[in-house]
């Protein structure tokens, strides 16, 4: 059974940082890409990143270049998003995603989902 776990999400001020984490089970992590992709209330969800499951490329949304950082440990099983310089548009709660293919911004096309991390940003 494939699980991801997220956590690492808070409350933080107008340009504080987090680092959520995405823990997986089940997979060997080096198979998938790993999208982030976060959602705020009454809105539809957005990808925000995404790090390839082959090569180690990185996407990120134009929203959030510059100010988040993705990477990976296989070893660990585990798939980081440093977030810095928060703004209050970023709250919501962030979900990341495996696919068995290269990075997607579509969900619709991952496989597996965690449970989400609520991010705050808040003054």
């Known amino acids: 059974q494939v699980q991801l776990v997220e956590s690492g999400g808070g409350l933080v001020q107008p340009g504080g940082s987090l680092r959520l984490s995405c823990a997986a089970s089940?997979?060997?992590?080096?198979?998938?890409?790993i999208g982030w992709f976060r959602q705020a209330p009454g809105k539809e969800r957005e990808g925000v990143s995404c790090?390839?499951?082959?090569?180690?490329?990185?996407y990120y949304a134009d929203s959030v270049k510059g100010r988040m950082t993705i990477s990976r440990d296989n070893a660990k099983k585990t798939v980081y998003l440093q977030l810095d310089s928060l703004k209050p548009e970023d709250t919501a709660v962030y979900y990341c995603?495996?696919?068995?293919?290269?990075?997607?911004?579509?969900?619709?096309?991952?496989?597996?989902w965690g449970q989400g991390t609520q991010v705050t940003v808040r003054a």
């Open positions: 995603a495996a696919r068995g293919y290269d990075c997607s911004v579509r969900f619709i096309e991952y496989d597996y």
């Open positions: 089940g997979i060997t992590l080096d198979y998938y890409a």
């Open positions: 790090i390839s499951n082959s090569d180690g490329s990185r």
